[in-house]
Nanobody, 120 residues
Framework: QVQLLESGGGLVQAGGSLGLSCAAYGSIFRIDNMGWYRQAPGKQRELVATVPRDGTIVYADSVKGRSTISGDNAKKMVYLQMNSLKPEDTAVYYC??????????????WGPGTQVTVSS
């Protein structure tokens, strides 16, 4: 059983900063990719940023230059630092990971989400 748990969401004023963390728990054999997605009310879930085990970090254009994603495979954690926040960054932020559990094919896992609200 694998679980992802996010922390760090909350209410922040426009222009402020916020850091999100996500930890993966369970009998994890390998993590190939971890990242963050978000979903605003009435909108589809969208990519924020991903950090692959071996490869190039990807940022959505909407957060590029304002956000930094980092991963620690040994600790099975991924972090997202967001600066210069805007009201349009308001959303539920979901941790996402592509994980192999011993003896099973890899699959995508999601955390329950953490609310980020940016006030104007």
């Amino acid at each position: 059983q694998v679980q992802l748990l996010e922390s760090g969401g909350g209410l922040v004023q426009a222009g402020g900063s916020l850091g999100l963390s996500c930890a993966a728990y369970g009998s994890i054999f390998r993590i190939d990719n971890m990242g963050w997605y978000r979903q605003a009310p009435g909108k589809q879930r969208e990519l924020v940023a991903t950090v692959p085990r071996d490869g190039t970090i990807v940022y959505a254009d909407s957060v590029k230059g304002r956000s930094t994603i980092s991963g620690d495979n040994a600790k099975k954690m991924v972090y997202l630092q967001m600066n210069s926040l805007k009201p349009e960054d308001t959303a539920v932020y979901y941790c996402n990971a592509y994980i192999s559990v011993s003896g099973l094919p890899p699959r995508v896992y999601w955390g329950p989400g953490t609310q980020v609200t940016v006030s104007s």
